[in-house]
């Protein structure tokens, strides 16, 4: 079992940055593919970014793809989500969630562990 905590999200203008990240404890994070997903107000739960076991592959929804990078740090059980290029349509509250398949999954329910969640707020 891991548990997963998100923090670095915050409020920002259109066309700022922000880096999430993602503290894994308990199992080592390494065990598991990462993504992360985010939900706006209204809205269903969204996929956002998926990287593999050992970080060498990573996959994106195309809302994000060219502004947002998934990196893991597996030494320090770590998961990130760099976000530049952010629009008012971002703001929802992300989670980053852990999945022991190492097969690609943009749905949820694949997903076996999830954090808390950080709300991220683009203002216009």
């Known amino acids: 079992q891991v548990q997963l905590v998100e923090s670095g999200g915050g409020l920002v203008q259109d066309g700022g940055s922000l880096r999430l990240s993602c503290a894994a404890s308990g199992r080592t994070v390494s065990t598991y593919a990462m993504g992360w997903f985010r939900q706006a107000p209204g809205k269903k739960r969204e996929f956002v970014a998926h990287?593999?076991?050992?970080?060498?592959?990573?996959y994106y929804s195309d809302s994000v793809k060219g502004r947002f990078t998934i990196s893991r740090d597996n030494a320090k059980n770590m998961v990130y989500l760099q976000m530049n290029s952010l629009k008012p349509e971002d703001t929802a509250v992300y989670y980053c969630?852990?999945?022991?398949?190492?097969?690609?999954?943009?749905?949820?329910?694949?997903?076996?562990?999830w954090g808390q969640g950080t709300q991220v707020t683009v203002s216009s």
């Open positions: 969630a852990a999945d022991l398949s190492p097969i690609i999954a943009t749905n949820s329910q694949s997903y076996d562990y």
């Open positions: 990287i593999s076991k050992n970080g060498a592959f990573t």
